[in-house]
């Protein structure tokens, strides 16, 4: 089955540690994303990555990290640095991350809770 | 600038009944176009995509949606509403032009609700 695999589905911290939600594609797809949703909210995107050993900020990076050393895997780190971490945290990739299509495919998410 | 506004938070109809989910993009270049639904606690499923070919697109579970570029909408739409529509919906935007890169723009979703 292809598809988009995030791990743990829930996963409870407490302040002031660091935690990475796993991402993993065997769709063959160049780029990658995380995105964070909050309750009555629209997807806000964290990082990208087009390809793999290079990625980008979004628009709310601050408190995150990332590394894509490999096409098939893009792990977030969620740092002590986020003011605000507790939220629903969504992986996607896509083909490319230029062209027309550019539709993205989803991961079934992980919902982070800090305490 | 591009972006989307989905005309409405919220949306309430009968089961059989028709659903309309309005959406309205502003964008420089002619754009891509998405609808992705999501049910409480999971992913976002794509139901559908605009890139240019026929203005009404058909997606799955009898969705569809028309686009209109005198009007800069991409609403979504059903004849009879089911019980397994309840859900969230986005309307998407791919911006398209020099300097893509992939990212999108998301509405800020409509949740429907389907009452028996």
């Known amino acids: 089955d292809g598809g988009i695999t995030q791990s743990p589905k829930y996963l409870f911290r407490k302040e002031g540690q660091n935690v990475t939600l796993s991402c993993e594609q065997n769709?063959?797809?160049?780029?990658m994303y995380w995105y964070r949703q909050d309750p009555g909210q629209g997807l806000r995107l964290i990082y990208y990555s087009q390809i793999v050993n290079d990625f980008q900020k979004g628009d709310i990076a601050e408190g995150y990290s990332v590394s894509r050393e490999k096409k098939e895997s893009f792990p977030l780190t969620v740092t002590s640095a986020q003011k605000n971490p507790t939220a629903f945290y969504l992986c996607?990739?896509?083909?490319?991350?230029?062209?027309?299509?550019?539709?993205?495919?989803f991961g079934p998410g992980t919902r982070l809770t800090v305490t | 600038a591009q972006s989307v506004t989905q005309l409405d938070s919220h949306v309430s109809v009968s089961e059989g009944t028709p659903v309309l989910l309005r959406c309205n993009y502003s964008?420089?270049?002619?754009?891509?176009l998405f609808w992705y639904v999501q049910h409480p606690n999971k992913g976002l499923q794509l139901l559908l995509k605009y890139t240019s070919a026929a203005t009404l697109v058909k997606g799955i579970n009898g969705f569809e949606a028309e686009f209109k570029k005198s009007e800069t909408s991409f609403h979504l739409t059903k004849p009879s509403a089911h019980m397994s529509d309840a859900a969230e919906y986005f309307c998407?935007?791919?911006?398209?032009?020099?300097?893509?890169?992939?990212?999108?723009?998301f509405g800020q979703g409509t949740t429907l609700q389907v009452k028996p």
């Open positions: 998407v935007v791919s911006p398209y032009g020099s300097g893509n890169t992939g990212k999108l723009i």
């Open positions: 996607a990739s896509s083909l490319s991350s230029s062209g027309r299509k550019g539709e993205q495919y």
């Open positions: 769709l063959n797809h160049d780029a």
């Open positions: 964008s420089s270049y002619s754009p891509s």
